[in-house]
C-alpha cells in the first residue's frame, strides 16, 4: 500500500482479494492529510481489522514521529512512479539503465546496510555501494557512470519525497588512465571455445555472442535488439534488408547512430530463431546478466572460464566489451579503413536522418571481409 501525487491529487496503490490483485484509485483530494486517512481506511477494510484498530492505525500514519519514508523495498516502484508523473524525456533503455542500477543497489543495501528507508541513505551507504562497485571489477569511468545515475536518481526523489540531501553527488572514483585498460581482442580459438560453451548453455548466450562479434555493439544494445522499432532510440534487426542500425543506448545523448551490414553469419542466426515478441533475444533482454536467474542461469564471465579464456595482461578487464575490441581488430587486420570502421563501431556523431545516406556499399564491402 502507497500513496503518491499525481495530476494534482493523491493516488493509493491497493491490493485486495485472493490472490491480490493490485489496484490503483483516485483519492480525489490534494490534501495529503485526507490521503492518509483514505489509504489507513482501506487497509482496514481490506484486512477486516476492527473500526477501533483502524483509527489507531490511522492516528499512527498521520502523527508525524511516526510516519515513516519511502521504504528501500518499495523504491524502485516509487522511482518508475515518479517518471511517470514527472513526464521525463529519456529513452527506454536509459530507464532501464537506471532502474536496474537502482535495483542493485536496493539489492546490496538490503544486505550490508541498516537502513530502511529512502530517507536514512547517506555518505556512509553511497561510499560503501562504491567500494562494491569496485570489487566488481568495473573501470572508474564506469564506476562513475553508474554512481551518477544513482545521483540522478536522487535529484528525483529530492523533489518528490522527503529525501533532503544527495550523498552521490559526493562519491567518485578516481580514474588511472594510464593502466585503465578496457580488454582486449579475443583470438580465434578462444571465440570458437567460447561459442561452443554458449551452445551448451543456452539462454540466447550463443546469439548474443555471434550479434557482438559481427557488429561490435555493446552488451546491453544485443540484449535490447528489436525486430522493429523506432531508429531514434532503438537499434533494430532489418533481416529483409541485411542490416542492424539505429542508436546504440551509450551514446544516444549524442544521436550517434550505426548502420552494420549484416554478416552471413547473423543473418543464418535469425532466420533460425523464433519470433516470440519484439526482442530478437527475449532471454538475454529480460535477464541481464549482472542478475542472473539462480540456478537457471550463468554469466559470461562464467562462460569465459569455462572456455578456458583470461587475461594476458594484469590490467586486462575481460568481459563481453571483448567482443567489440575483436570487431574493429577483425576490421583493421583485413585492411578496412579507419573511417570505415569508426563508422562502423559508431565512434563518430552523426545526425539521425544519416541513418538513410550512409555510403553502405564500403560498409558492406568491410563486413564480407570478416570470416
Known sequence: MAIYKRGGVWWVDVYSGVPPKRIRRSTKTDDETKARIIEQTMIGVNRGTTQRQQAVSILDALLPQQRA?????????????CLTDEREDMTRRTIKQRVN??????????????????????AEEAFGYSQELGKRGMLGKTQNAYLGDMSTVWKMLQKRSKVTA?????????????NEHTGRAFTDQEIERILAV????????????????????????????????DPRQDLIADLKGRRIYGTPSKTALYKTVVDIPMHDRIAALLKSLPR???????????????????????????ILAEAGVGKKDARDKISFHCLRHTFVTRLSQAGVPQDVRMRLAGH????????????????????????
Open 69 to 81: 519514508g519511502v521504504q528501500l523495498s518499495d523504491l524502485v516502484q516509487y522511482y518508475q512512479q
Open 101 to 122: 542500477n537502482l535495483r542493485a543497489f536496493v539489492e546490496w543495501a538490503g544486505r550490508n546496510c541498516r537502513c530502511r528507508t529512502v530517507e536514512e541513505i547517506g
Open 166 to 178: 544527495n550523498p552521490w553527488s559526493l562519491v567518485r572514483v578516481k580514474r588511472d588512465k594510464e
Open 198 to 229: 554458449c551452445k551448451r548453455v543456452g539462454h540466447d548466450w550463443y546469439g548474443m555472442v555471434v550479434i557482438g562479434l559481427y557488429t561490435g555493439l555493446r552488451m546491453p544494445d544485443v540484449a535490447n535488439l528489436r525486430w522493429t522499432g
Open 276 to 302: 516470440a515478441g519484439e526482442f530478437v533475444l527475449p532471454w538475454r533482454q529480460a535477464h541481464p546478466a549482472s542478475y542472473k536467474a539462480r540456478g537457471t542461469d550463468v554469466t559470461f564471465a562464467e
Open 348 to 371: 563518430t556523431q552523426t545526425d539521425t536522418s544519416e541513418i538513410y545516406t550512409h555510403d553502405r556499399e564500403s560498409s558492406r564491402s568491410a563486413i564480407e571481409k570478416l570470416k
